[in-house]
Structures are given as C-alpha cells and as structure tokens.
C-alpha cells in the first residue's frame, strides 16, 4: 500500500513538474511586439530548393496574441498574407489572402494541421511558434539530459483526445527544453499512428534587446524527405506596430 501510494505521489509531483515546465516556455518573455524578416528555404527530396521571402509581425493584447506575414517574394507568392489571432478567452482565428483570388479565406480549426503554404510548418505550428497548447496536450516529464553544452529537461506532450490528433495531425510532441531560457533546442512530432513525422532544431539562438530570440529554425520531414529552414533578420523588439496592421484590411492591403 505504501509502495502504491508513493507512486501515486511521485507521479503527481512529475506532472506538476512537467505543468510549470510548460508555464515558463509560455511565461518566457518574447516581447510585448516584434518586427523582422523571415526568409523560407523549402527542400524536397531531390535537393530542389525554393526560397520564399516574408515580413513578418506579432503583438500582444494582454495574453492574446496577434500574429500576420506578408510575401514579398517570389512574385508569384506577393502579396499573399496570414493572420492570426491567438485568445486566450475566445476560439483561435486566422486568415489567409490569396491575390489571385482577391478574397480572405477564413482557416477552420479542422484545418490546423494543414502544411503551412508548402512548407513542413503546420498552421497551428506559425500560430503557436515557441509556445506550447494547454488546451491540446496532456504533459510528461520524461527526464533530463545535455544538447551538446546546454542543459535541457525532455518534454512529452501528448494529445488529449483523438479528435485533437486528427485535427493537428500529431499524437504527440517530444521537446527538449533548454533550462536556463526555456527554448526548445529540438522537438520531435508523431504522427496519428504514432511514427516519427518530423523534427525542428532551433539554433542560433542569441539576444535581441535583451530578449533570447531564435534566428534559425529547421524542420525536417522524415516521410517525405522535405526540409524547411526559416531565416529570422532584422529583429526588432522597439518598433511600434499599429493595431491596423492586424487585419484583414491589411491583408488585402499587403501591409
């Protein structure tokens, strides 16, 4: 009895654990806003490469979040713009603007998973970028170990239900957390069966305006042979962003 009843304690302590370990990813400051630019390498298997150039920009409203990019290239993709909002009160929106078809099409949940305009990022990747969804994952403490000299703690989250899997396409994430600034370093996807889909290393990590910012991240297909780097630049924590920019007047608009 003593022997289940110290089981029983031990694991409510690791899911306490694992739940203030997601608060601090969460509560880490990233910025009340930010503009940059982001630049899309997209690989397939055969080594065909294809670059995307973007502005991107993100501003927070108490603890909601609002999020839009803008091609500027290639031409074909121009013009072309996602927005999102992230509530912490109200159902998630997002948006897309397609020029050749001059309309703002409306992302539904049920779409989520979906690739990201033909990179390996999901929509619900772009949307939660460092930050990680209490409301769709039950988490785990899996342990603690080195990224080459970083110290991180392994993560589990894993999808509260099978609608949840379905929507977002993973059954669960497996993130290796660094302890110190609370950036996953590297994250490994599962699929609806639970096979290995994809990984997402984040590197060159280093301060902007006293915040750590990600300026690097590649993320890599393991069933399709398709790879995905995203480039950050020009990062800037001081610029002021007008609230019109997110909106779908914007996106019409390009800017």
Do not use: C
């Not at 899996?142 to 899997?165: C, F, M, N």
């Not at 996807?189 to 915040?211: C, H, M, P, Q």
């Amino acid at each position: 009895m003593k022997t289940l009843l110290f089981i029983l304690l031990a694991s409510t302590v690791w899911a306490m654990d694992a739940l203030e370990l997601v608060n601090s990813v969460n509560g880490r400051d990233d910025g009340e806003s930010v503009s940059r630019t982001l630049k899309m390498e997209l690989s397939d298997k055969r080594g065909k490469t294809r670059v995307q150039e973007t502005l991107s920009y993100r501003k927070y409203y108490g603890e909601d979040k609002k999020t839009v990019i803008f091609y500027t290239a290639p031409k074909r993709l121009r013009g072309t713009g996602f927005l999102t909002y992230d509530s912490a009160k109200k159902d998630d929106e997002q948006w897309l603007y397609l020029p050749s078809l001059r309309k703002v099409r409306r992302i539904s949940s049920a779409d989520r998973g979906d690739w990201f305009l033909g990179t390996d990022f999901s929509y619900e990747d772009i949307k939660k970028e460092t930050k990680i969804s209490l409301e769709d994952y039950d988490f785990k403490l899996l342990g603690e170990e080195d990224v080459g000299q970083h110290p991180v703690y392994r993560l589990e989250a894993r999808t509260k239900s099978k609608e949840i899997t379905k929507e977002l396409g993973y059954s669960k994430i497996v993130s290796l957390i660094d302890k110190e600034i609370f950036i996953s370093r590297k994250s490994e996807f599962y699929d609806e069966r639970g096979d290995r889909l994809k990984t997402l290393v984040n590197s060159d990590i280093k301060k902007v305006d006293a915040i750590w910012t990600i300026h690097h991240m590649l993320m890599t297909n393991h069933q399709n042979g398709h790879i995905t780097h995203f480039y950050f630049n020009d990062v800037d924590y001081q610029k002021e962003l007008k609230d019109s920019l997110f909106s779908k007047a914007a996106l019409k608009r390009g800017r």
